[in-house]
């Protein structure tokens, strides 16, 4: 039996889609395009880190900390191959993308995780 829960990362992820797909519908009205780049460069982030955040949570509890370690390296790991076989994926697809916007969603959804991550933590 452990004390320490699980955190609630999961909820990270959501708010972070929810937030993504709200104002990629926002901005679908003006620019089919530039929505699209910004939706694919933000799911690029969101994915691999909620991988991570399954993996590295997946255990709790002091006489599993050999499983934890593992499993952190076997998650961060799983992250940054997936994070470059979705880049490769999205430009041998994707032919008309606006790389301004799509790096700036990947870029900005880093500190909206944080801040996310942050306030469900305190709660």
């Given at each position: 039996m452990?004390?320490?829960?699980?955190?609630p990362?999961?909820?990270?992820?959501?708010?972070?889609?929810?937030?993504?797909?709200?104002?990629?519908?926002?901005?679908?009205?003006?620019?089919?395009?530039?929505?699209?780049s910004?939706?694919?460069?933000?799911?690029?982030?969101?994915?691999?880190?909620?991988?991570?955040?399954?993996?590295?949570y997946?255990?709790?509890?002091?006489?599993?900390?050999?499983?934890?370690?593992?499993?952190?390296?076997?998650?961060e790991?799983g992250?940054?191959?997936?994070?470059?076989a979705?880049?490769?994926?999205?430009?041998?697809?994707?032919?008309?993308?606006?790389?301004?916007?799509?790096?700036?969603?990947?870029?900005?959804?880093?500190?909206?995780?944080?801040?996310?991550?942050?306030?469900?933590?305190k709660?």
């Open positions: 452990t004390t320490i829960s699980t955190p990362l999961y909820k990270v992820a959501l708010y972070q889609l929810l937030i993504l797909l709200s104002f990629c519908g926002m901005v679908a009205g003006f620019d089919k395009i530039l929505a699209s910004i939706l694919l460069g933000g799911l690029i982030q969101i994915g691999p880190q909620a991988w991570f955040a399954r993996q590295a997946r255990y709790t509890g002091a006489r599993q900390v050999g499983k934890i370690v593992r499993a952190m390296y076997w998650g790991s992250k940054v191959v997936l994070t470059a979705l880049f490769i994926t999205t430009f041998i697809i994707w032919k008309q993308l606006n790389f301004l916007a799509f790096f700036s969603a990947f870029t900005l959804m880093i500190p909206l995780q944080w801040f996310i991550t942050v306030r469900i933590l709660n």
